[in-house]
């Protein structure tokens, strides 16, 4: 759609198009649960207008750190600021944000009109005010013609949306998604990421969702917080995050499949020589420190960036394939070498389960990260 038409669009539907909320400051917020701490100490600051995805496999504080957001957990330390208003003392209803759950939590017994429309009429708002902001969301979420049936009898992706609507009809400063599309099946979930993110943009709205899904928050998200234990790993744009992991964790993340195991053999400016377990290869350092040699580094690879090599050139590893998948146009192998490295790769090329591959890689696709203590051993 075109700026003009989104324009006409959202004027259309009545709805407006500026973010409610110019800042938001997350000063110091950390939360324990007894003598355990599910969040350290977060700064983190979200601009008006910007889609932040809180990213972290299970456990990792996504969701503690979205409730204290939403007041619904009180901090244990810190403070959230609010266009320069304190509002982490606020109880939630006063905060105001928008919310929306995996889970939808409708109202089985109302219409989809009157479970959008129940937030405003608790408020007291006037009843033809109130039937024009419903209708508006309703559109925009593209359901007004399901607007008289109830929950039961719309599909999975449609009560999402209905969450939605009632969530923004409020005209939150704030909306907060915790894994909204957990419950729905893949090519749903799909389509409702598509709506979320023209949503997100036809209203104005300031979105922080809680995913574990990399892929998901890529593609959503202006802007991802990688969180691991419970600690920012990483702030940054999709592409920074996926060009320029700054660990292992959030490599891991970004689908660097391959986390070798490998040991420093020499290092200079333009980079380092590692070896270990019949791999050998040159790459790129990723941090501000030198290697060294008899360094321990964790070598992050995509499986895309690691081919069978070209003729003439020379390999990293000969492995013999193991595990040979179809996907279309490439084959995603599965080779290990003689000392045990398990390698991921993708070919274009035919190879058999058995075949014995020599594989390749550009330097600048392998990132050198420092190892302490147990990690890059798998
Ligand atoms: P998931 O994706 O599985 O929901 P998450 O990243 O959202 O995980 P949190 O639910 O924020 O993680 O949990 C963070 C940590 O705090 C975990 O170690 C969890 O076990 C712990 N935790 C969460 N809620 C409580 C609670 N009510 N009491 C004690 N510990 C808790």
């Not at 925009?140 to 049936?149: C, F, I, P, Q, T």
């Not at 099946?185 to 922080?208: K, N, P, V, W, Y």
């Not at 003729?311 to 595990?323: C, H, K, L």
């Amino acid at each position: 759609m075109t700026t003009a038409n989104t324009a006409r669009a959202a004027s259309a539907a009545g709805t407006r198009r500026d973010s409610q909320l110019g800042e938001l400051q997350l000063r110091g917020v950390s939360r324990d649960y007894g003598t355990h701490t599910a969040l350290h100490p977060l700064d983190l600051t979200i601009q008006g207008s910007e889609f932040v995805a809180l990213l972290g496999p299970s456990g990792c504080g996504k969701t503690t750190a979205l409730n204290c957001l939403a007041g619904l957990l009180p901090l244990t330390s810190g403070e959230i600021v609010q266009d320069g208003r304190r509002v982490d003392t606020l109880p939630p209803e006063k905060r105001g944000f928008g919310m929306v759950f995996q889970n939808y939590a409708l109202f089985p017994h109302l219409t989809v009109r009157a479970n959008v429309a129940f937030g405003l009429k608790m408020r007291g708002m006037g009843k033809e005010e109130t039937r024009r902001r419903v209708e508006d969301v309703l559109s925009l979420v593209r359901l007004s013609e399901h607007a008289g049936k109830h929950p039961a009898q719309l599909s999975g992706g449609q009560q999402q949306r209905v969450a939605i609507a009632r969530a923004i009809v409020m005209g939150p400063p704030l909306v907060l998604m915790d894994e909204p599309l957990s419950n729905l099946d893949a090519a749903l979930r799909l389509e409702m990421r598509s709506e979320i993110r023209r949503i997100h943009q036809e209203f104005g709205l300031t979105t922080i969702y809680v995913t574990h899904d990399q892929e998901e928050a890529l593609s959503l998200a202006d802007r991802l917080v990688v969180l691991h234990a419970g600690r920012v790993s990483q702030v940054g744009t999709p592409a920074e995050l996926y060009e320029h992991p700054s660990d292992t964790h959030v490599a891991a993340f970004m689908g660097y499949r391959n986390l070798l195991p490998l040991t420093v053999q020499s290092a200079d400016a333009q980079g380092a020589v590692a070896e270990g377990g019949g791999v050998r290869l040159r790459g790129t350092a990723v941090g501000a420190d030198q290697l060294v040699a008899g360094q321990r580094v964790a070598v992050a690879i995509r499986p895309e960036d690691l081919r069978l090599a070209e003729e003439g050139e020379q390999p990293i590893a000969a492995a013999v394939a193991e595990i040979v998948e179809y996907h279309g146009r490439v084959l995603h192998v599965e080779a290990v070498t003689d000392e045990g490295v398990r390698l991921h790769l993708k070919s274009r090329r035919p190879v058999q389960p058995g075949d014995g591959v020599a594989v390749s890689v550009d330097a600048e696709r392998a990132l050198f990260f420092a190892v302490a203590g147990e990690e890059g051993t798998s």
